[in-house]
C-alpha cells in the first residue's frame, strides 16, 4: 500500500516534466508551421510504433546506456568524467584492431574484441584519474582535452595506418569483420544485437555492486564525503583509479559493441557524430547517478532521438524540431519540481495569515 | 507581550519536532529555551526565523498575527539570529560585515567611511567595542559573536535569537559576552537564548522554558530554579554522578617521540611534541583550539604525515602510514568536527555506521547487510539516538543525535586506543552524561584514551593525567589531583595572568 503511494508520487514528477517538455515542443512546431497531433504521431511511431521501431530504439539505447553507467560509476565516486567520448572511440579501435589481427575462432576474437575495448577505455580513464592524483590536474579539464587526442589519434589511424584499401569507397575505415566475430541479432532482420543485454545486464550488476558490496559502499562514500572515506580508512588514490578504470571500461565497452554488433568495422565519426558520449553523460546526470535511472533515461533520450528521425521522415517538421523538444524536456525533467512547493501553497491557505 | 507562538507543530515525515509548542517573550527579558538534542529547540527558533513553515500554529508580535516565510520577514518584524556557526565572511573587515544588506551608498560606491562610523556608532551605543577595519578572520571568536551580534542590531532586530552562543568561547569571553546581553536587554532588547549550558542560562536568563521530545514540559524563573529541577524537566529523570574508579595503569599503548609538523608560516604547528597514553588512562590535552590540537590528532590518525618524530601504536612505528593501516594496528577516533569528517550527511544511518566496520561485516567483499543493520540497530536502542529509521539520512538526524551515532561506532572498534576529540560538543547533558560513562568504561577495561576538548570541565572530570598545549608546544603537564580550573587556564594563557 505505502509502495503503491510512493511510486505513484515518484512518477508524478517526471509526468509532469513531459507534459510541460511536450507542451514547450508543441509551441515549437506550431511556430514551424507543423501540426501537433500529426508530428507527435509520427514521433512516437519513430520511436515505438513497430516491432522493428521499437528494437532500433533499444540499439540506440545500448552505447548510451553503457556510456551512462561508467560516467555514473564515477560520479557516485565523486569524480567528473568528461572522457566518455574519447573512452569510447578508443574502445571501439581497440576491439576492431583485436578481432582482425588475432587469430583463433570467431567468438574468441569477439570476447577478446570486447576485452580489449574494455582495457583501453579503461587505461584512457585511468590515466586521467593518475593524471589528477600525481599532479594534482584538475580531471575534468584532463578527461576533457584527452577526447580530442582519442578521437583525433584514432581518426589518423582508421584515416592511413589501418585504412581499408579493398573498397572503392574513400571513407576513414578499417576493413570489414570477419563474419564469424560479430556480435549476434537478437532478432533475425531486426538492428537490435547482444550488446543491449551486455547494457541490461552491466545495469544490474552495477546497481548490485553499487547496493551491496564494500568497495561499492567505499565509492559512494568517497563520493559523499572524500574527508569522512578518509578518515575511516579509505584509499583515495587506489579507489579512484580503480572506479575510473571501471567508468572508462564502460565507455570502451559501448564502442566495442557498436563496432561489433553495428558497424562491424571501426569507421571514424560513427561514433562521435551521433554525440553518444553526450546522451550517456546527460542521461546519468538526469537520473541523479542512479544505475537503473540512468538506463531508463539513456531508452527516454534514445527514443526521442529515434521519434526525431521518423518525425523528420514523414512530416515537414525539420530534425531540429526534435532537438527542441529534447532540450525542453531534459530541462524540465531535471528541473526538481518537487511537489513540496504545492503543499506549502496550500498549508499556507489552509492556516491563513497566520504561518 | 511582546512575541507570542502559540500551538507550534511541525513534523519531519512521520517526526513530530514541534507538538503543540506555546512561548512567550517580554520585551527587555531574556529567555533560555533549554532541552536536549532534538527536543526542537532549533526547529522552534528556525519556525520563528521563517526558515521552516509549521504545519500548523500562529505567531503574533504585539499581539497582531504575522508570517514569517523567510528570513527576510524576520528581519524586518525585526527578529534577529545569531546561528551556532557563524556566518561571516572572514576575508572582510568587520564593518563590511556588518553593514552586510544594508550597505550605505556614496552615488553608486560602497562608502566604506559611513560604513566604519556606523559601526562605531553602534558599538559604542550598545557597549560592544569592535575595530572596524580589522579582517573578520584575524578577531577571536568572542569578537566574532559579538561581530554578529551588531549585525543583528544594525538590521534593527528587537528581538535576538541566540542558538548555542557559547560553544566555541573560552570561559573568560563567555563571561564578556554573558554581560553584553545582560547590557543589551536592560536597554530593551528582548532575547531567545538557546543553550544547553544549564549554569549560563541560569546565570543570563529570566525566564527559562524547557523542551522535551518537542513538547515543553515547563517554563520557570530562573530566580527560582536550579540545575537540578530543569536537568530533570529535560531528561525527565535524574542524573547520575559519575566518579572514576582507581584502575592499574599498564603498558604504553601510544607513544609519540619528538613529533614535528612544519606549517606554511615561519612558527610550526607542532613543535617538539612528546608524550605517551597508557591502558587503563585517560590523558586529556587542554587548550585554547588552535595551539595545534587538531594537526597533533591528524598525524596520530594518519590524515597528515608528521616532518619528524616517531609514534608507536602497540610498540609499531605508525608515523606517516595510512589512515587504514593505523585504524588496522589498533586505532578508534572520535573526530573533533562530526560534518567534516564524522560523517556522509547525504548518506543513510546505517551507512554512517558502518565505516571502518566493513572488514568484520563481509564475506568475499558483499556486505551482509543484514548484520550491519543488526549492529547499528543496536546502537540506535542502547544509545538512544533518535531517527526515524536506519534509512534515515544523517543531514535529518539533530547533532547530538549524529555525536552519539560517531561515538558509538568508533566505541564498536573495540581498539586498544581511542581519540575522542570534542566527544560531547554540542551535546545535551542526557547525551553527555552517556558519553562520559562509556569513556570511562572503556577506561576501565584497560583501554587508552587520548581526549581532546576545549571543555575545561570536561577535561579535568574524566582524565588521569593533562596535557596542556599551546602554540604547537606542550606547556606543562598535570595530573588529575593536582589539576584545577585555574591552573590549567593560567598555563593554556601562556603563564599570563587570566581574570
Same mark, same amino acid.
Given at each position: 500500500?505505502?509502495?503503491?503511494?510512493?511510486?505513484?508520487?515518484?512518477?508524478?514528477?517526471?509526468?509532469?516534466?513531459?507534459?510541460?517538455?511536450?507542451?514547450?515542443?508543441?509551441?515549437?512546431?506550431?511556430?514551424?508551421?507543423?501540426?501537433?497531433?500529426?508530428?507527435?504521431?509520427?514521433?512516437?511511431?519513430?520511436?515505438?510504433?513497430?516491432?522493428?521501431?521499437?528494437?532500433?530504439?533499444?540499439?540506440?539505447?545500448?552505447?548510451?546506456?553503457?556510456?551512462?553507467?561508467?560516467?555514473?560509476?564515477?560520479?557516485?565516486?565523486?569524480?567528473?568524467?568528461?572522457?566518455?567520448?574519447?573512452?569510447?572511440?578508443?574502445?571501439?579501435?581497440?576491439?576492431?584492431?583485436?578481432?582482425?589481427?588475432?587469430?583463433?575462432?570467431?567468438?574468441?576474437?569477439?570476447?577478446?574484441?570486447?576485452?580489449?575495448?574494455?582495457?583501453?577505455?579503461?587505461?584512457?580513464?585511468?590515466?586521467?584519474?593518475?593524471?589528477?592524483?600525481?599532479?594534482?590536474?584538475?580531471?575534468?579539464?584532463?578527461?576533457?582535452?584527452?577526447?580530442?587526442?582519442?578521437?583525433?589519434?584514432?581518426?589518423?589511424?582508421?584515416?592511413?595506418?589501418?585504412?581499408?584499401?579493398?573498397?572503392?569507397?574513400?571513407?576513414?575505415?578499417?576493413?570489414?569483420?570477419?563474419?564469424?566475430?560479430?556480435?549476434?541479432?537478437?532478432?533475425?532482420?531486426?538492428?537490435?544485437?547482444?550488446?543491449?543485454?551486455?547494457?541490461?545486464?552491466?545495469?544490474?550488476?552495477?546497481?548490485?555492486?553499487?547496493?551491496?558490496?564494500?568497495?561499492?559502499?567505499?565509492?559512494?562514500?568517497?563520493?559523499?564525503?572524500?574527508?569522512?572515506?578518509?578518515?575511516?580508512?579509505?584509499?583515495?588514490?587506489?579507489?579512484?583509479?580503480?572506479?575510473?578504470?571501471?567508468?572508462?571500461?564502460?565507455?570502451?565497452?559501448?564502442?566495442?559493441?557498436?563496432?561489433?554488433?553495428?558497424?562491424?568495422?571501426?569507421?571514424?565519426?560513427?561514433?562521435?557524430?551521433?554525440?553518444?558520449?553526450?546522451?550517456?553523460?546527460?542521461?546519468?546526470?538526469?537520473?541523479?547517478?542512479?544505475?537503473?535511472?540512468?538506463?531508463?533515461?539513456?531508452?527516454?533520450?534514445?527514443?526521442?532521438?529515434?521519434?526525431?528521425?521518423?518525425?523528420?521522415?514523414?512530416?515537414?517538421?525539420?530534425?531540429?524540431?526534435?532537438?527542441?523538444?529534447?532540450?525542453?524536456?531534459?530541462?524540465?525533467?531535471?528541473?526538481?519540481?518537487?511537489?513540496?512547493?504545492?503543499?506549502?501553497?496550500?498549508?499556507?491557505?489552509?492556516?491563513?495569515?497566520?504561518? | 507581550?511582546?512575541?507570542?507562538?502559540?500551538?507550534?507543530?511541525?513534523?519531519?515525515?512521520?517526526?513530530?519536532?514541534?507538538?503543540?509548542?506555546?512561548?512567550?517573550?517580554?520585551?527587555?527579558?531574556?529567555?533560555?529555551?533549554?532541552?536536549?538534542?532534538?527536543?526542537?529547540?532549533?526547529?522552534?527558533?528556525?519556525?520563528?526565523?521563517?526558515?521552516?513553515?509549521?504545519?500548523?500554529?500562529?505567531?503574533?508580535?504585539?499581539?497582531?498575527?504575522?508570517?514569517?516565510?523567510?528570513?527576510?520577514?524576520?528581519?524586518?518584524?525585526?527578529?534577529?539570529?545569531?546561528?551556532?556557526?557563524?556566518?561571516?565572511?572572514?576575508?572582510?573587515?568587520?564593518?563590511?560585515?556588518?553593514?552586510?544588506?544594508?550597505?550605505?551608498?556614496?552615488?553608486?560606491?560602497?562608502?566604506?567611511?559611513?560604513?566604519?562610523?556606523?559601526?562605531?556608532?553602534?558599538?559604542?551605543?550598545?557597549?560592544?567595542?569592535?575595530?572596524?577595519?580589522?579582517?573578520?578572520?584575524?578577531?577571536?571568536?568572542?569578537?566574532?559573536?559579538?561581530?554578529?551580534?551588531?549585525?543583528?542590531?544594525?538590521?534593527?532586530?528587537? &528581538?535576538?535569537?541566540?542558538? +548555542?552562543? !557559547? %560553544?566555541?568561547?573560552?570561559?573568560? /569571553?563567555?563571561? =564578556?559576552?554573558? $554581560?553584553?546581553?545582560?547590557?543589551?536587554?536592560?536597554?530593551?532588547?528582548?532575547?531567545?537564548?538557546?543553550?544547553?549550558?544549564?549554569?549560563?542560562?541560569?546565570?543570563?536568563?529570566?525566564?527559562?522554558? &524547557?523542551?522535551?521530545?518537542? +513538547?515543553? !514540559? %515547563?517554563?520557570?524563573?530562573?530566580? /527560582?530554579?536550579? =540545575?537540578?529541577? $530543569?536537568?530533570?524537566?529535560?531528561?525527565?529523570?535524574?542524573?547520575?554522578?559519575?566518579?572514576?574508579?582507581?584502575?592499574?595503569?599498564?603498558?604504553?599503548?601510544?607513544?609519540?617521540?619528538?613529533?614535528?609538523?612544519?606549517?606554511?608560516?615561519?612558527?610550526?604547528?607542532?613543535?617538539?611534541?612528546?608524550?605517551?597514553?597508557?591502558?587503563?588512562?585517560?590523558?586529556?590535552?587542554?587548550?585554547?583550539?588552535?595551539?595545534?590540537?587538531?594537526?597533533?590528532?591528524?598525524?596520530?590518525?594518519?590524515?597528515?604525515?608528521?616532518?619528524?618524530?616517531?609514534?608507536?601504536?602497540?610498540?609499531?612505528?605508525?608515523?606517516?602510514?595510512?589512515?587504514?593501516?593505523?585504524?588496522?594496528?589498533?586505532?578508534?577516533?572520535?573526530?573533533?568536527?562530526?560534518?567534516?569528517?564524522?560523517?556522509?550527511?547525504?548518506?543513510?544511518?546505517?551507512?554512517?555506521?558502518?565505516?571502518?566496520?566493513?572488514?568484520?561485516?563481509?564475506?568475499?567483499?558483499?556486505?551482509?547487510?543484514?548484520?550491519?543493520?543488526?549492529?547499528?540497530?543496536?546502537?540506535?536502542?542502547?544509545?538512544?539516538?533518535?531517527?526515524?529509521?536506519?534509512?534515515?539520512?544523517?543531514?535529518?538526524?539533530?547533532?547530538?543525535?549524529?555525536?552519539?551515532?560517531?561515538?558509538?561506532?568508533?566505541?564498536?572498534?573495540?581498539?586498544?586506543?581511542?581519540?575522542?576529540?570534542?566527544?560531547?560538543?554540542?551535546?545535551?547533558?542526557?547525551?553527555?552524561?552517556?558519553?562520559?560513562?562509556?569513556?570511562?568504561?572503556?577506561?576501565?577495561?584497560?583501554?587508552?584514551?587520548?581526549?581532546?576538548?576545549?571543555?575545561?570541565?570536561?577535561?579535568?572530570?574524566?582524565?588521569?593525567?593533562?596535557?596542556?598545549?599551546?602554540?604547537?608546544?606542550?606547556?606543562?603537564?598535570?595530573?588529575?589531583?593536582?589539576?584545577?580550573?585555574?591552573?590549567?587556564?593560567?598555563?593554556?594563557?601562556?603563564?599570563?595572568?587570566?581574570?
Amino acid at each position: 500500500m505505502f509502495s503503491l503511494k510512493n511510486i505513484a508520487q515518484s512518477m508524478l514528477q517526471p509526468l509532469l516534466a513531459i507534459i510541460a517538455g511536450l507542451a514547450v515542443g508543441a509551441i515549437a512546431i506550431l511556430i514551424v508551421g507543423g501540426s501537433v497531433g500529426e508530428t507527435y504521431m509520427e514521433m512516437w511511431k519513430g520511436a515505438f510504433g513497430s516491432f522493428y521501431f521499437l528494437t532500433n530504439t533499444l540499439a540506440r539505447a545500448t552505447p548510451i546506456i553503457l556510456i551512462g553507467l561508467g560516467v555514473a560509476l564515477a560520479f557516485r565516486a565523486g569524480f567528473f568524467n568528461m572522457g566518455s567520448e574519447g573512452q569510447l572511440v578508443l574502445g571501439a579501435l581497440a576491439a576492431a584492431v583485436t578481432v582482425i589481427y588475432l587469430p583463433g575462432p570467431g567468438w574468441l576474437r569477439m570476447i577478446a574484441g570486447l576485452l580489449a575495448g574494455i582495457t583501453a577505455g579503461g587505461i584512457w580513464s585511468a590515466f586521467a584519474g593518475w593524471l589528477d592524483a600525481r599532479f594534482r590536474l584538475n580531471l575534468l579539464i584532463v578527461t576533457l582535452l584527452l577526447n580530442y587526442i582519442a578521437t583525433l589519434f584514432t581518426g589518423y589511424m582508421a584515416a592511413y595506418p589501418l585504412k581499408d584499401k579493398t573498397g572503392s569507397a574513400a571513407m576513414a575505415q578499417t576493413v570489414m569483420l570477419d563474419k564469424a566475430a560479430w556480435l549476434p541479432k537478437l532478432f533475425q532482420g531486426m538492428t537490435l544485437h547482444a550488446g543491449f543485454i551486455l547494457a541490461v545486464a552491466g545495469t544490474l550488476l552495477l546497481y548490485l555492486f553499487m547496493k551491496h558490496t564494500v568497495k561499492g559502499y567505499e565509492i559512494s562514500m568517497l563520493g559523499g564525503n572524500p574527508l569522512f572515506a578518509g578518515y575511516g580508512g579509505v584509499q583515495r588514490g587506489k579507489l579512484m583509479i580503480a572506479s575510473m578504470f571501471a567508468s572508462g571500461g564502460f565507455a570502451g565497452l559501448a564502442g566495442a559493441v557498436e563496432v561489433l554488433g553495428t558497424q562491424y568495422r571501426f569507421l571514424d565519426g560513427a561514433l562521435t557524430s551521433p554525440g553518444y558520449a553526450w546522451s550517456g553523460i546527460m542521461a546519468t546526470l538526469l537520473a541523479g547517478s542512479n544505475p537503473l535511472g540512468t538506463a531508463l533515461a539513456a531508452l527516454l533520450l534514445a527514443a526521442l532521438q529515434t521519434g526525431g528521425m521518423g518525425m523528420e521522415r514523414n512530416t515537414d517538421v525539420p530534425l531540429e524540431v526534435s532537438s527542441i523538444i529534447q532540450a525542453a524536456l531534459i530541462l524540465f525533467v531535471s528541473a526538481k519540481l518537487t511537489l513540496s512547493f504545492i503543499k506549502r501553497k496550500k498549508a499556507r491557505s489552509k492556516n491563513g495569515s497566520a504561518v | 507581550m511582546l512575541l507570542e507562538m502559540d500551538a507550534i507543530t511541525k513534523s519531519y515525515g512521520s517526526v513530530a519536532a514541534n507538538k503543540g509548542v506555546s512561548f512567550k517573550l517580554r520585551k527587555g527579558e531574556v529567555h533560555a529555551l533549554v532541552g536536549e538534542n532534538g527536543a526542537g529547540k532549533t526547529t522552534l527558533m528556525r519556525i520563528l526565523y521563517g526558515m521552516e513553515t509549521p504545519d500548523s500554529g500562529m505567531i503574533k508580535l504585539n499581539g497582531r498575527p504575522v508570517s514569517m516565510n523567510s528570513p527576510m520577514d524576520a528581519i524586518r518584524n525585526g527578529i534577529g539570529m545569531v546561528h551556532q556557526h557563524f556566518m561571516l565572511f572572514s576575508s572582510f573587515t568587520v564593518a563590511e560585515n556588518i553593514v552586510i544588506g544594508r550597505e550605505p551608498e556614496k552615488g553608486v560606491l560602497f562608502d566604506r567611511k559611513a560604513a566604519a562610523a556606523e559601526t562605531v556608532k553602534l558599538s559604542e551605543q550598545y557597549g560592544m567595542p569592535v575595530d572596524p577595519w580589522k579582517k573578520v578572520g584575524e578577531c577571536p571568536l568572542g569578537v566574532q559573536q559579538r561581530i554578529e551580534i551588531l549585525k543583528v542590531l544594525y538590521q534593527g532586530a528587537e &528581538v535576538i535569537i541566540l542558538d +548555542e552562543p !557559547t %560553544g566555541v568561547l573560552t570561559p573568560l /569571553e563567555v563571561k =564578556e559576552l554573558l $554581560l553584553a546581553i545582560r547590557q543589551l536587554a536592560d536597554q530593551g532588547k528582548s532575547f531567545i537564548l538557546i543553550s544547553h549550558k544549564l549554569n549560563e542560562v541560569l546565570e543570563v536568563a529570566d525566564v527559562i522554558t &524547557v523542551l522535551r521530545d518537542g +513538547e515543553v !514540559t %515547563g517554563t520557570v524563573k530562573a530566580s /527560582e530554579s536550579n =540545575e537540578e529541577q $530543569l536537568s530533570r524537566m529535560m531528561v525527565g529523570r535524574n542524573l547520575v554522578q559519575q566518579a572514576r574508579a582507581g584502575i592499574q595503569i599498564g603498558k604504553p599503548v601510544l607513544e609519540l617521540a619528538g613529533i614535528g609538523l612544519k606549517g606554511g608560516k615561519a612558527k610550526a604547528l607542532l613543535d617538539n611534541i612528546t608524550f605517551s597514553v597508557r591502558e587503563g588512562e585517560i590523558v586529556g590535552i587542554a587548550g585554547i583550539s588552535g595551539n595545534g590540537q587538531s594537526e597533533l590528532l591528524q598525524v596520530i590518525s594518519g590524515l597528515c604525515a608528521p616532518d619528524s618524530g616517531s609514534v608507536k601504536l602497540q610498540g609499531k612505528e605508525v608515523a606517516g602510514s595510512p589512515v587504514h593501516a593505523i585504524r588496522s594496528a589498533g586505532m578508534a577516533h572520535i573526530p573533533e568536527d562530526r560534518y567534516q569528517w564524522g560523517v556522509s550527511k547525504d548518506a543513510t544511518v546505517a551507512e554512517n555506521g558502518l565505516m571502518g566496520h566493513t572488514k568484520r561485516h563481509q564475506r568475499l567483499g558483499i556486505l551482509e547487510r543484514k548484520d550491519i543493520r543488526a549492529m547499528v540497530g543496536e546502537w540506535v536502542s542502547r544509545f538512544g539516538i533518535k531517527t526515524g529509521s536506519l534509512a534515515t539520512k544523517a543531514q535529518h538526524l539533530s547533532g547530538g543525535n549524529l555525536q552519539k551515532l560517531i561515538v558509538a561506532r568508533e566505541l564498536a572498534q573495540e581498539t586498544p586506543f581511542l581519540i575522542a576529540a570534542e566527544p560531547t560538543r554540542g551535546v545535551d547533558v542526557g547525551a553527555m552524561e552517556m558519553i562520559h560513562g562509556e569513556l570511562l568504561r572503556r577506561r576501565q577495561e584497560g583501554g587508552a584514551i587520548l581526549l581532546v576538548s576545549s571543555e575545561l570541565s570536561e577535561v579535568l572530570k574524566l582524565s588521569d593525567r593533562i596535557l596542556v598545549m599551546l602554540e604547537g608546544k606542550m606547556v606543562g603537564e598535570l595530573s588529575a589531583e593536582a589539576a584545577t580550573e585555574e591552573k590549567i587556564s593560567l598555563l593554556m594563557a601562556g603563564g599570563k595572568a587570566v581574570v
